[in-house]
């Protein structure tokens, strides 16, 4: 028995050491586990873009708004960059037009002297979990230091926004990204292995189309596991979209970024002729992109570098539109620039997924 058990010893070891690759990941990983996720997540939110207005009828700023705006814009905490990047607007219509559009996260209405209410008037975008209370608390201590007795008065947009409807939204994007890795990738791996592939290309189907068929199967398989967890999130974290056009645009949403993400993976497993290998590098992958795209935690409270990855990250903007969809209720308008960096990153994704298939074949 002893004698069995050190021959299987041997050689799955051998077969360990003969794959360097695997190796390294398995190191490779826990490191960047720590740079990227103890970077992306629970960092100081810092530039986060708010307005600021002057309640009408008014002929000058009144010293309380000229002192708050210049307090503002200097706030930030030691040795960090500046907590608010401040946009004075010349009403309060064009400031509250500016928060529904996404542009800023919040409005800081200031009083008139012939006010009614004699309070500063905050609107704030709810929808991000953290950072409504750090704006909050930011304008709070800026009136205090100030030394005025003016009363803030909050008003939340989309209503008290749980962390679990938060991060709800990032895991219907994980879950298409898990989908496709098991159901793409793997999947073409195998058929590699058991010859199918070889087989196809026996007949005469063209190369392209073997490789848009395996993407479409994967986006279908894909799209069907976003649409099940999307379900899911609605019951668990009670959120209610009332609007049945947010439910195409959610569904939209969630069939571009299964395109681009199936024919991502397909192309990378395209490389591979184990999946062991593609195991290790597939889990890298899925650190970079998720950690990074603003699920667990806002991308405002990542550093510069990290944060020029969300710039490229397709499930960033993936997470982002969803999140305005579902938590917002906000219409196309607000998810035209996601749209259209998703649907270049699926364009850009499946003609990658050709060449490379191609090249790996010839």
């Known amino acids: 028995m002893i004698r069995g058990a050190i021959a299987i010893f041997r050689r799955d070891f051998k077969k360990f050491r003969s794959n360097p690759f695997v190796i390294i990941m398995t190191l490779f990983m826990p490191i960047m586990y720590l740079v990227i996720f103890g970077n992306a997540v629970g960092g100081t939110i810092a530039g986060v873009p708010i307005g600021v207005a002057q309640e009408a009828p008014y002929v000058n700023e009144t010293p309380l708004f000229t002192a708050s705006v210049d307090m503002l814009t200097h706030l930030a905490q030691p040795g960090k960059a500046d907590t608010f990047k401040v946009t004075v607007f010349s009403s309060e219509a064009t400031a509250k037009e500016a928060l ?207 944060r020029w990855i969300t710039v490229i990250n397709p499930e960033s903007y993936a997470v982002h539109a969803l999140r305005a969809l579902i938590l917002r209720g906000q219409g196309v308008g607000a998810i035209s620039g996601d749209l259209l960096a998703i649907g270049l990153f699926s364009g850009a994704a499946i003609l990658l997924g050709i060449t490379t298939f191609r090249r790996t074949l010839e």
């Open 100 to 306: 529904a559009d996404g542009k800023v996260m919040a409005v800081a209405i200031f009083p008139s002297p012939i006010s009614n209410t004699h309070a500063v008037r905050l609107y704030v975008d709810s929808s991000d979990y953290t950072t409504p209370t750090l704006i909050q608390a930011g304008i709070s201590g800026v009136l205090q230091q100030l030394g005025s007795r003016t009363p803030l008065q909050v008003t939340k947009l989309y209503g008290d926004v749980d962390y679990i409807q938060f991060f709800g939204v990032g895991v219907i994007v994980m879950a298409i990204f898990m989908s496709t890795m098991m159901g793409g990738g793997l999947a073409l791996i195998r058929d590699r292995e058991l010859g199918i592939i070889e087989g196809y290309l026996v007949t005469p189907v063209k190369r392209a189309s073997i490789i848009l068929g395996i993407i479409g199967s994967g986006t279908v398989k894909a799209l069907l596991a976003g649409t099940i967890i999307f379900g899911v999130d609605l019951l668990v974290t009670g959120v209610v979209i009332r609007n049945p056009e947010d439910y195409l645009l959610v569904m939209a949403v969630l069939f571009i970024i299964s395109v681009g993400i199936t024919s991502l993976v397909v192309a990378l497993s395209s490389r591979y002729t184990n999946q062991q290998t593609y195991a290790s590098s597939i889990a890298f992958l899925n650190l970079i992109l998720f950690m990074t795209s603003g699920a667990f935690y806002p991308t405002l409270g990542m550093p510069d570098w990290l």
